[in-house]
Every structure is written in structure tokens, then in C-alpha cells.
């Protein structure tokens, strides 16, 4: 088990765009999700695929639990997929130490570019990049299974 702790922002500007170090192509969808727990699948690139368990509903940290399928099996469970599916390219984006994935989304929820910080640590204000924009942490409706589920946020819309 694994925890994961991390924050989420807003992006504004494009300023991280030429530090960006890998792209990933992400399509994922959720086959349970209730208060407190999801279960996704995420394919890669169309390359891999990855069995996700999340459980907890503290915004910042949560136990994780995943596991690599074979992409054919992730392909034929997209079938029940609940709510629609997320389509987004992940870019990695170093600064100052710290690896953030900036998500633009594509689909119905073009327009919305996400960056998640993953660190134990609590990272000073001033040491975050200023292009990001305003934390969205504690805002569900931005997290991924209520992006999948749920309405479009505004700045999506």
C-alpha cells in the first residue's frame, strides 16, 4: 500500500510549457466510485494499463493501492466504465526539485489544465511555480472520479 499525498492547482498561462520533460497520454474511467473509494482503470500511451484503489476522503491523502493489467482486459472493462471517460495528456514539469504532473484534459472537459504536486512534505508557497493558479485541493469537483461523474466545472465549460 502506498499513500498518496498531494495537492492540486489550477493552471494559468502557459509558462510551464517549455519545461516540460515527458507527455503521456491518459485515457481513464472509473468502474465504482462511492464516498470515500474509487476503483479506476488508466491506460498509458495505449501502451499499458493500470488497476487503481484509492480509499480515504481526507483531500490531501489517501491510501492507494495499483496494480499493472493487461491493456486488453483494460480495454474490454472500459465497456463499464461509469460516467464518461477522461481523456487528458499528463506532462511532467520539474521546478525546484519538485516533479509536478500539469493534466491538459481534452473531450467535454477541454479547456481544464490541472497540476498535482505529489510530496510528503508541505511546500511553502513561495517555492511553487507562478504558474499555477489557484489550489483546488479541497474542491472534489475537480478531482478525477467527480470530473468522470459529475458536472464540468466552470473553468472547463
Known amino acids: 500500500m502506498g499513500k ?30 462511492a464516498p470515500g473509494r474509487t476503483v479506476r482503470v488508466r ?10 484503489l484509492k480509499f480515504g476522503d481526507r483531500a490531501r491523502e489517501r491510501d492507494e493501492f495499483e496494480f499493472p493489467i493487461p491493456l486488453a482486459d483494460a480495454e474490454e472493462m472500459m465497456a463499464f466504465a461509469i460516467g464518461r471517460v477522461i481523456e487528458k495528456t499528463r506532462h511532467h ?6 516533479l509536478y504532473e500539469v493534466d491538459v484534459f481534452g473531450g467535454v472537459l477541454s479547456g481544464l489544465v490541472v497540476a498535482e504536486l505529489e510530496t510528503p512534505e508541505d511546500v511553502p508557497d513561495e517555492m511553487l511555480p507562478d504558474w499555477l493558479g489557484r489550489e483546488v485541493t ?18 472547463a465549460a
Not at 491506460?43 to 487503481?52: F, N
Open 43 to 52: 491506460i498509458s500511451d495505449g501502451a499499458s494499463a493500470q488497476l487503481t
Open 93 to 98: 514539469v520539474r521546478h525546484r526539485g519538485y
Open 138 to 155: 479541497s474542491e472534489s469537483r475537480f478531482y478525477n472520479a467527480s470530473l468522470a461523474l459529475g458536472g464540468i466545472p466552470e473553468i
Open 4 to 33: 498518496e499525498v498531494e495537492r492540486k492547482f489550477l493552471v494559468s498561462g502557459n509558462a510551464w510549457r517549455h519545461l516540460v520533460e515527458a507527455e503521456i497520454r491518459i485515457r481513464q474511467f472509473y468502474l465504482a466510485a
